[in-house]
């Protein structure tokens, strides 16, 4: 199965005076267990050239992912084919490689379940792009750039231009992620700014509010005047005290 190799690496590193150091999912790969030339031992594994640590290597490395009998077969060219390609003292390999390699350079096969490779293959990427994302919102976090411009959903352009600085100015505050003291004192006045804007704009839909309410208000006494007015009419047409007179004569 393809999850058994994915994401499982070898891991080299070459040491001082030669104490070179190989891996295989952060465990030593004991070279004693492959050295197997009693009279002239290798003390350590190599790579970057043909030389025996380098093919007692290739054998140790064989042997993990396939077998012995792999090993002892194709231990010279996986030598020649992929180690002595390998110069820098530090390398990484992963063991779907290796198998791959085997597949293709052997007489002998290792069944991969193409589909869970896959599977494996894009959950890795997917990983890999979630470490990035993550690194990048620290990096964004942190950054006295991209905090600000966060903070105004603003891009670096518009910051650009608010503090009359070129673009390339801007991208070399943001990889030191420090600006010099006059830009943040005139960022703290835009912010002040910015806040007095936003009271002043807030006090203004009050003071429309208000103003409508006294509108609505004056409105209404207008019609309340108005409907009295109509009453006093009312009473005036009928002339109360006239009734009221001959009513007593009756």
Known sequence: ????????????SRGYYGTNSV??????????????DYANPVAN???????????????????TIASPTVARI???????????????????????????????NTDY???????????????????AQKTIENEKANLSANNVVDTFCMEFNIKKETLARILDVPIDTINNWRLENEMPKLALKAL????????????SSKLKIELNHFQEQLLQKQTQIELAETELNRYRK???????PTLYKKYKEL
């Open 1 to 12: 199965m393809a999850k058994k190799f994915k994401g499982k690496y070898f891991v080299g």
């Open 23 to 36: 891996k295989y999912q952060n465990i030593e790969i004991e070279i004693t267990k492959y050295n197997h």
């Open 45 to 63: 594994f190599d790579w970057g050239n043909t030389k025996k640590g380098t093919t007692l290597l290739a054998s140790a490395i064989l042997s």
């Open 74 to 104: 194709y231990s010279n060219k996986y030598t020649q084919n992929v180690l002595q390609h390998f110069k820098e003292d530090e390398w990484k390999i992963e063991a779907i490689e290796v198998v791959q390699w085997i597949n293709n």
């Open 109 to 127: 096969t290792i069944k991969l379940d193409e589909e869970s490779e896959k599977k494996a293959q894009d959950e890795e990427t997917k990983e």
């Open 188 to 199: 703290e006045f835009y912010k002040a700014g910015i806040s007095f804007k936003e009271k």
């Open 234 to 240: 009312f009473i005036n047409a009928i002339d109360i």
